[in-house]
Each structure stands twice: as C-alpha cells, then as structure tokens.
C-alpha cells in the first residue's frame, strides 16, 4: 500500500520511492525430511523501512535497502527433548499436543532490486520487487504442552544467521510477498537435526510512503 504525500522534483522526473513496509506472512519449513508434518497455523509479522535509490531519470528502476524486524511461529511435529541436552523426536499424527511451537524474533536487512511503472502522478502502479534478505535471530524459544508434560526452551539450535531470496509482485495496495531461505532452519554444527529443513513463506506486505 502506498500513500503519496507529495514529490520534491529536482530531476526531471527523478524520485524516491521510501518506504515503510509490514507483511505477514504463512510459516512453512520445506525439505524432504521423512514424515515431518506441519500443525496449525504457523505465521510471520514483519515491520520496517526501506531507502530508495533510483537508478534510472523515470524513477522505475531503483535499488532499496533498509532494516526491520520479524516475529515468527513455527508449528510442527518436531518435539524436542526436556533435558538440557537438546535432541528430538517426530510425533505421530495421534500425539500431536497442545502446543509444540517454535518461536523467534529477529533484525532484518533486506536489499531489492525494484522495478515500478509509477510516476509522480501515478499513485496506483504495478510493482515487482526481488532481491535478499538477510536476517540475525535474537531470541528464540520452544513451548510443549500436553497432558503429561509441560516445558519450554530458549537458546534454541536455530541457525542464528539466515540469508533468503525475496519476491514482491503486486498493484496499488496488494502485494503478494515470497521467501525462500537458502540456509538451513537447524544450525549446520549439529549433524543430529535435519539439515533438509529451509523456510518458505507466502502472503502479503503493505508499503506505506
């Protein structure tokens, strides 16, 4: 969604597209890892800014890149252990919990390359925007619930440095956003946890000038 305010025009027809962006986002871990199954709703909000460089007089092509953060959930049935000494185990469809959930909050760097048929008087305009984004997790932590059993973790095996390419396609106020991490989910230090797993997620992001 983009709201124009007004253009300071020193270029010919040169401007900034600067902008505030929130998405939110299905949670998917994908990988062939045998009889992994995902459970609920597994989601991600997301919140920042995002410096635009033109890189042509029209304005179309531009260069962005900025900063925000990110809260995810992860609901699946991978169970990790109670003890300190973290291993885990796949639930069966008949043990599903409670609540078995992954969670983690990060800091976001996203660059894109963006192309926009937009100009100063067009507020209403296609969009495609692809690039990386690269991503430093700063607290994560685990909940089980059940019957029998109730614990959490924090600290998790999670690799704290992941890197994904971005997606965004869309017109005026709706976008369709994509990640695909090109890092495993699990630290790669740790043979025991599946390696296959990688995020994948899909939904919508909002720009607001």
């Known amino acids: 969604m983009t709201i124009n305010l007004g253009f300071s025009q020193k270029d010919f027809q040169k401007y900034r597209e600067d902008q505030i962006y929130f998405s939110l ?3 998917s871990l994908g990988g062939k890892f ?3 199954k995902e459970n609920k709703f597994s989601s991600s ?3 920042g800014f995002i410096r635009d460089v033109p890189l042509s007089r029209s304005g179309k092509f531009a ?3 900025g900063a925000g953060i ?5 609901n699946n049935n991978i169970k990790l252990s109670s003890s300190n000494i973290l291993s885990f185990e796949l639930l069966s ?3 599903i919990p ?7 909050s990060e800091i976001q760097i996203p660059l894109e390359i963006r192309w926009r048929n937009s100009s100063i008087s067009n507020y209403k305009f296609w969009r495609i925007y692809a690039g990386l984004k690269y991503s430093r997790i700063l607290q994560s932590s685990y909940t089980f619930e059940s019957y029998d059993e109730n614990y959490n973790h924090k600290n998790l095996p999670i690799n704290l440095d992941q890197l994904g390419f971005t997606l965004n396609v869309g017109y005026n106020t709706w976008n369709i956003g994509l990640y695909k991490s090109l890092r495993p989910f699990f630290n ?3 043979d025991s946890f599946p390696q296959e797993l990688e995020q994948f997620k899909l939904g919508l992001i909002f720009y607001i000038l």
């Open 25 to 27: 986002y299905y949670n």
């Open 34 to 36: 045998d009889n992994f």
């Open 45 to 47: 909000f997301n919140i």
């Open 63 to 65: 260069l962005g890149f």
């Open 70 to 74: 990110g809260f995810n959930s992860f």
């Open 93 to 95: 469809s008949r043990d």
């Open 98 to 104: 409670k609540k078995n959930t992954f969670n983690f």
């Open 188 to 190: 790669k230090n740790l």
